[in-house]
T-cell receptor, first 112, second 114 residues
Framework: DAEITQSPRHKITETGRQVTLACHQT?????MFWYRQDLGHGLRLIHY???????NKGEVSDGYSVSRSNTEDLPLTLESAASSQTSVYFC???????????FGQGTRLTVV | AQSVTQPDIHITVSEGASLELRCNYS??????LFWYVQSPGQGLQLLLK??????LVQGIKGFEAEFKRSQSSFNLRKPSVHWSDAAEYFC????????????FGKGTTLSVSS
């Protein structure tokens, strides 16, 4: 079955380190998204992509970057991790614009 | 800018009672609207969506929602709540009509009492 997977599921890193969270989907969806979820804030859009080589900033993009070199993957990079980036990160993908987004299981990131 | 407000942070209902979760949105054009549910420690599952047409949309698990343009609302309803409905519920609006990037509300936690 097609799916969307995130790795790792849990990660602890130190302040200042570069961290990359992986997201891989097998639906061949053009649209992919990264969100972070924090208590009291719901989910906030970090970056999104509508296709290969396309990336766009979302609501809370500072300190994060993405690249889209193929259809299946949208890795999220924290250039220099900060304690404020401790969060649960969700990746999602969707097909054409009138279709639902499917979410991964999330990555819990702790920055110490 | 697009935004979503869910006025109720936490709601408790008795099992078998009816449920209504409120959602108000801000969007300049005709919005794409969604309700998602998240069980503890899980990802998000789509309950229903509105793109156009009939303003009363049916979803999974017996949920429905009604789009009211005049009130900028998209409230979620269920006639009889089950204990398994306890979860966090998120309303969302599409960022634009080119794709499905979503702006979420802060969520409403539903507790079900016996």
């Amino acid at each position: 079955d097609a799916e969307i997977t995130q790795s790792p599921r849990h990660k602890i890193t130190e302040t200042g380190r570069q961290v990359t969270l992986a997201c891989h989907q097998t639906w061949n969806h053009n649209n992919m998204f990264w969100y972070r979820q924090d208590l009291g804030h719901g989910l906030r859009l970090i970056h999104y992509s509508y296709g290969v080589q396309d990336t766009n900033k979302g609501e809370v993009s500072d300190g994060y970057s993405v690249s889209r070199s193929n259809t299946e993957d949208l890795p999220l990079t924290l250039e220099s991790a900060a304690s404020s980036q401790t969060s649960v990160y969700f990746c999602a993908s969707a097909g054409t614009k009138n279709t639902e987004a499917f979410f991964g299981q999330g990555t819990r990131l702790t920055v110490v | 800018a697009q935004s979503v407000t869910q006025p109720d942070i936490h709601i408790t209902v008795s099992e078998g009672a009816s449920l209504e979760l409120r959602c108000n949105y801000s969007y300049g054009a005709t919005p794409y609207l969604f309700w998602y549910v998240q069980s503890p420690g899980q990802g998000l599952q789509l309950l229903l969506k509105y793109f156009s047409g009939d303003t009363l949309v049916q979803g999974i698990k017996g949920f429905e929602a009604e789009f009211k343009r005049s009130q900028s609302s998209f409230n979620l309803r269920k006639p009889s709540v089950h204990w398994s409905d306890a979860a966090e519920y998120f309303c969302a609006v599409g960022l634009n009509q080119a794709g499905t990037a979503l702006i979420f509300g802060k969520g409403t936690t539903l507790s079900v009492s016996s």
